[in-house]
């Protein structure tokens, strides 16, 4: 019987003897106000995991690790919390970070269409990022701006009313922006 291959996201790798999994004051800190706000700790996982990202960009193995031998959670507990959110980074996110919205309004106006545009023009897919390390896109059900349709936020910018010629011109400018900070 062949052996059936998993997703990276699904593997829980296993502790190295030896190995001690750290969380910063800052970051201990925070977990231990946010988990004051609960009954019990592990009412307070995702809430830790959200403190992590937000201090190192995205949640490692070794601070999924820390957060459990902090908390007394499982691993596995946390990993499922951490692969459940989209918003919840497994791997270093791009630096900028589409989120394209495929609420029903802006599915009527051409979000779909400006995903194809995304897709051709830098090779990603949803929960993707590009190999420059630039652009991770992501879907969100609603951005709540259904009168300004098809949007996207990009690192907490909302742009609207998008059409594919503003999409390329916006993607360009990102790209400009980052050869411009490279070279400096």
Not at 3 to 18: D, K
Not at 32 to 43: I, K, M, Q, T, V
Not at 60 to 86: K, N, P
Not at 89 to 98: C, D, L
């Amino acid at each position: 019987m062949e052996e059936q291959q998993l997703p990276e996201f699904h593997r829980i790798p296993v502790r190295q003897e030896g190995e001690a999994p750290q969380l910063s004051a800052e970051e201990i800190n925070e977990i231990d106000e946010e988990r004051s706000h609960y009954e019990c700790d592990g009412a307070a996982g995702l809430e830790a995991l959200r403190i992590v990202q937000r201090k190192r960009g995205w949640i490692s193995d070794e601070s999924l690790r820390a957060v459990s031998a902090y908390l007394g959670i499982a691993e596995a507990e946390l990993e499922g919390l951490a692969t459940y959110y989209q918003l919840l980074f497994r791997s270093p996110p791009g630096t900028e970070v589409i989120q394209l919205c495929k609420s029903s309004s802006c599915w009527i106006l051409g979000c779909e269409q400006l995903q194809a545009d995304i897709i051709e023009e830098l090779g990603i897919g949803p929960g993707e990022t590009s190999t420059d390390g630039i652009f991770t896109l992501l879907e969100n059900p609603c951005l709540g701006a259904c009168d300004r349709a098809p949007v996207l936020l990009m690192n907490g910018e909302l742009h609207t009313h998008l059409s594919g010629e503003k999409l390329r011109a916006l993607l360009a400018e990102k790209r400009r922006r980052h050869a411009d900070q490279s070279t400096d």
